[in-house]
């Protein structure tokens, strides 16, 4: 659902992929007794969305069986009492990162009315369950979003959560670049087919994962949805991977994964789509972008609440401080979450031989994408077709 048009920096517009049961200016402020109420027990989320468009010719199986990988287990839903609906990452044990447009359509930098992060659920199940406790205390936009009068590349916010998530693996950020690898979409929002879209999926969970390949990386992300028959290439190969597919709405502030020699990182957030194939939003043709958290910017923007970039084949940051020293032994030592350097799901020795050999090494690199002039962003935000966020 469409929810307004702002600049996207690699050029054209797109839609946003979020996906609110009514439009912000159609919601009415709740009156503070009946929020009271409401987070005095928990949010009623009956409404619940199904996520990703995807190969009708590939079981809906597989594409379950990815989203539930432990890799990208950080990823998650973010619901409003309202049914308001977007995906988010768990990006520290109290953080969890999400596009700004999902709280702040008109990049006002202000919370749009009717919307209240303290009336929000953040989850992971695999399908939304009818009820869902608050657990969101405040959000944070990035700077740029609003000065840049809503630009695609800084398309991000830091959700702040009321108490630590120290069962599931945040996901690590690295300022490495992911073009041409294979990259992993996750989200909640609305299904459906690269053929027909939105359409319902027998058996499909409500979080769903797709692969794509990444054409295109600068400010922002792309990766465009191939059809079998090679005949809806937008960007690079027009030969589609096995479980191909790509986002619809509901799915923005959603996370995109790649894995750089084995190592899995979070490299972008989505904020919206089109189909420049002539076809319909999310079917065959449809081209996402994301927000690349690898520009100096975003980079800048994360450092601000303690996230920083994990250099890929650079392990053992286990308290995420910028260092690897004994104070990461501890973190291992007390068999938190965090320790799993490998990623595999298990605190063991094969993580404390990781952060033994690289103690005393610097965690994170300095690589980034400088930004281009201010000016050159609004002349690239002029040419293309229109997309829409998600």
Known sequence: MERGRLTGSFGPLFSLRCCPL????????????ILALLLASSLSLTDSAQAISIRPDQPVADYNGLALEHRYSAAGYVQDVFGSFCTATLVSPTHALTASHCFDDDAD??????????????????????FSSANISQIAFHPQWSSSNGDAAFDLAILTLTAPINDILPAKITDATPAGLTG???????????????SSIPGANDRLAAYNVIDSVGMTIETDFDSPQGNTSTLGSSTPLRLEGTTGPGDSGGPLFATFDGVTRLVGVLNGGANEAGGNDSEYGDVSEWAALRTASNLSFLAGFGILPVTPGLQGDYNRDGRIDAADYTVWRDNQIAADGNEDGVINQLDYTIWKNAYGQPASGSVAVPEPAAVLLTLIGLLGPIRRRR
């Open 22 to 33: 009514l439009p912000t200016s159609h919601r009415m402020p709740v009156p503070k007794y």
């Open 109 to 130: 930098g202000q919370i749009d009315d009717g919307l209240d992060p303290a009336a929000s659920a953040f989850g992971f199940e695999a399908n939304v369950p009818n």
């Open 184 to 198: 992993a979409a996750i989200g909640y929002g609305e299904q459906g087919l690269g053929n027909n879209f939105p």
